[in-house]
């Protein structure tokens, strides 16, 4: 078969099965699908896998236009966000070679980790980011150098620009049932929330160095309740003792739906309320895909990396310390990043924020 002049060697014959590699957690994923969107308009018909974590399975169902299924990866030392189990690899590898893919794509960092998890898939082609800027010289493999200084959705967007695959646009995108629609309906009815006037409070995040502290989320809170806002604050099961805490320390009558919504519910949720305020994490990115407007507090993130693109929409306030990013679960010198920022400056931004017009659009 003669290559096309116009098409990347990668894709030559073109690909019918695609593996991405991307073991991360929803925030994280949904960065990750303005590339996922472009991969799919340029191969219609390929069959795309996802190798990610196992709880990315309703990732994979809500955007099965994109990707077609998931493969759990076990898990690998020094990749946190599960458990390693390198037990399980041998399994694992066997299987996915036996898928016998055309294309696998590394879509999880810089490639120092995770190029080798990359290889073992067993596809006949490669490509992905490669650490520092050293020109690879593996056959039928392409590496990027890693672009440091990208926001993550404009990381991966490069990544198919390097590969030749057009990419439209950066938007993100979170797409919503009847069902979650109708069950954020309930919900809100039964709870008293009415739509022009609800603003959510998510004061968890997976990691502690990433919370900004309970008693200032519970004095924002109370201050948006008595400017006359429904304020639920949201979270999941795990993180109803948080939710609880910042109910009695707010000491103004809130709502507390933690553990009461599922993905689709939340995301409908915010669809129909006014405001966000939460951390530097997944939540924040479900609002920029529903267009809601937030206000983040941002402690021990990558800002530049992590933060929402559009700045009229979301607010971001972020305290500098000489340790951003912070690579701790759990801050060892007493948190600066987020005790430098105030509750009233939260608080001022959040009623700079519903003094505007209401709009998703």
Known sequence: MTDTPDVHPLWQPEPRRIAVFRALQLGDMLCAVPALRALRAR????????????????????????????????????????????????????RARAQRFDVALQLHGSGRLTNDIVRRLGAARLAGFQPGQAPGSERNAWWLPWPDRLPEVERYLALMRFLDVPCMDAAL?????????????????????????????????????????????????SAVARAGFDVALTGSGEERALTRQVARLAGTPLRDLAGRTDLGTLAALLERCRLLICNDTGVSHVAAAMR?????????????????????????????????????PDCPIGHPCALGIKASEVIRQAERMLCKEPSHA
């Not at 020094?78 to 390198?86: K, T």
């Not at 039964?190 to 968890?204: A, C, F, I, N, Q």
């Not at 983040?296 to 009229?312: E, F, I, K, L, N």
């Open 43 to 94: 191969f219609p018909h390929a069959r795309i896998t996802l190798v990610g974590l196992a709880g990315a399975r309703a990732f994979q169902q809500r955007f099965a236009r994109y990707v077609d299924e998931l493969a759990a990866f076990p898990g690998l030392e020094g990749l946190p966000e599960q458990p390693a189990r390198p037990e399980a690899l041998p399994a694992f590898f066997d």
């Open 173 to 221: 995108e979170f797409p919503l049932a009847d069902e979650d629609r109708q069950a954020a309906a309930r919900l809100a009815a039964r709870e008293g929330l009415r739509p022009d006037r609800t603003v959510l409070v998510h004061p968890g995040a997976r990691l502690s160095s990433r919370r900004w502290p309970a008693d200032r989320y519970a004095a924002v809170a």
């Open 292 to 328: 809601t407007p937030s206000v983040v507090v941002a402690s021990g993130s990558d800002v530049h990396r992590w933060a929402p693109a559009d700045r009229t929409r979301h607010v971001v306030l972020w305290h500098d310390v000489a340790c951003r990013p912070c690579a701790y």
